[in-house]
């Protein structure tokens, strides 16, 4: 059986570069114990290898231009680029609403050419978050917290000089913040306070935010997957964002067998 295993781009992974290779590499150990024969590549060098026979292949990159050269290959993907392009927001809102609105914070879509425009419905002195409107972070300022709405001019500016052609604009939600991470979707799962110091550690029943992240990642397509939630002081669990193959890094001992067990036992069905 063979491997393609890509890295992620430097540009998609602020300071997470070395965090993103680690975890690829990791998996990759453990695909070759179970007999896989990898081969891992930095995305630079796809042409000279997108005309071998692949088995299967794991992609971390999300650069459109290697998305699209890499889905060419006939081969089992881990996560499919179909489902990488679903976890850029504006194809992720779009399939949130349609599947499961309800674990998903008030959200709207907007055009550079009508930003900021008049104050979302749900605008409140809790203020809103303002984020490019394709990929994930590519640097720190992609996302945004408006407190004031006059303050979302600011963050026009910034997205213009970038050539940003759309904003996504999501209520703010009174919340303990939660990174989770995800295997399946529900094979294996586990979360953590993204800032233990400062949560009020309001009550949630961890298997519905479980649930939660599953239906999410089912939405998008996503296998091997991370992303946020907000659990609310009356318990109730928000969804924000997911994204694939995130770095994994507080539990990349445990996680690198999950995925590659998930990847092998998969491949021998097939």
Not at 43 to 65: G, R, T
Request: overall charge neutral.
């Amino acid at each position: 059986m063979r491997c393609l295993s890509v890295f992620r781009e430097i540009t998609n992974s602020p300071n997470r570069e070395n965090d993103d290779a680690l975890i690829l590499k990791a998996v990759c150990d453990e695909l070759i114990k179970l007999g896989v024969k990898v081969h891992l590549i930095e995305p630079d060098v796809i042409d000279d290898i997108i005309d071998d026979k692949w088995d299967l292949v794991v992609p971390m990159c999300e650069n459109p231009v290697n998305l699209n050269k890499i889905k060419k290959i006939n081969a089992v993907f881990f996560n499919t680029v179909e489902s990488v392009y679903n976890c850029y927001r504006l194809k992720m809102f779009n399939l949130i609403m349609k599947s499961c609105p309800d674990i998903f914070p008030k959200t709207i879509i907007r055009p550079m050419s009508n930003f900021p425009g008049e104050k979302p419905d749900f605008f409140s002195d809790k203020g809103v978050w303002v984020k490019r409107g394709d990929v994930h972070n590519t640097c720190l300022h992609d996302v945004h917290y408006v407190k004031r709405w006059d303050e979302a001019e600011k963050v026009r500016d910034d997205f213009a000089t970038r050539r940003i052609k759309d904003v996504i604009i999501q209520e703010h939600i009174q919340g303990d913040l939660i990174k989770f991470y995800g295997v399946g979707p529900g094979k294996w799962f586990d979360w953590f306070y993204h800032k233990p110091t400062v949560v009020k550690k309001y009550k949630f029943n961890v298997e519905d935010l479980h649930k939660n992240a599953v239906r999410f990642a089912n939405a998008v397509g996503v296998e091997i997957y991370g992303g946020d939630a907000i659990v609310t002081e009356d318990s109730k669990i928000y969804i924000i964002d997911i994204n694939s193959w995130p770095s994994f890094a507080r539990v990349r001992d445990v996680v690198k067998k999950e995925i590659a067990k998930h990847i092998y036992e998969k491949m021998m069905v097939k």
